[in-house]
């Protein structure tokens, strides 16, 4: 048994310089990379139309990050051009998935495909989950849901009835969080990101919307 340990010991240590190749390509692996995953299979199935999408969507046997990339490239590609009785059922499906996930990037691709193909039906319900989201302790799914509100956001016309409910969400978190906000640094990415995202929506709906706000996140302003 001493001498298998030694052995094992042995060639654990030397097989980077055995198999340099082979180490650097699992290194470089996507697998290790949450976000190169899903770019890696966003890519694989670009290619792919609507209708092989939509199964793919549709499938229970797929992982979550192929279901996810799925999504992220029908968004992309479809979402803006589907209409009518089709729309209907492409948001039965995506609401189903929704249902039935477990993934956090699932649910943030679908949230977004939502809004982006019925802004105003779904972004009361979309956008402040969200916006909770931001909080996640994944930097990736930080980063992701942060364009995606931003991407939302342009697409609208500033509308007060958007940005109120933006507004509440985030006033919602920062009274909930206010005990912790002395501790946390101010060039924190995630606090920077709500600041600027609640500074858009007091920009739209006026500065008397200040004295609603916790006392430690207006000296944040």
């Not at 996507?30 to 499938?59: C, R, T, W």
């Not at 992982?63 to 992309?76: D, E, G, Q």
């Amino acid at each position: 048994m001493k001498r298998f340990a030694v052995l094992f010991l042995i060639l654990s240590l030397a097989y980077p310089f055995l198999f340099p190749r082979l180490v650097s390509a699992q290194n470089d692996s996507p697998i290790f990379d949450d976000k190169k995953l899903l770019e890696g299979y966003a890519k694989q199935y670009e290619n792919e139309s609507k209708d092989v999408l939509i199964a793919m969507i549709n499938d229970d046997n797929l992982s979550p990050y192929i279901t996810a990339a799925a999504i992220n490239v029908f968004k992309r590609k479809y979402s803006e051009i589907v209409f009518s009785r089709e729309k209907i059922l492409i948001e039965k499906a995506l609401l189903r998935r929704s249902a039935l996930t477990n993934s956090i990037y699932v649910e943030i691709e679908i949230r977004h495909t939502l809004c982006i193909m019925d802004r105003y039906k779904y972004f009361e319900s979309m956008v402040p989950f969200l916006l909770q989201r931001l909080d996640h302790y994944n930097k990736i799914v930080n980063e992701l849901t942060y364009t995606y509100i931003n991407n939302i956001l342009k697409k609208g016309q500033n509308r007060s009835r958007e940005a109120r409910i933006v507004f509440n969400t985030l006033r919602k978190m920062f009274f909930l969080s206010r005990k912790k906000l002395s501790t946390i640094a101010q060039d924190d990415e995630r606090l920077k990101q709500k600041l600027e995202l609640l500074r858009w929506s007091i920009k739209i709906l006026g500065n008397q919307e200040l004295r609603r706000l916790p006392a430690e996140v207006i000296q944040l302003l």
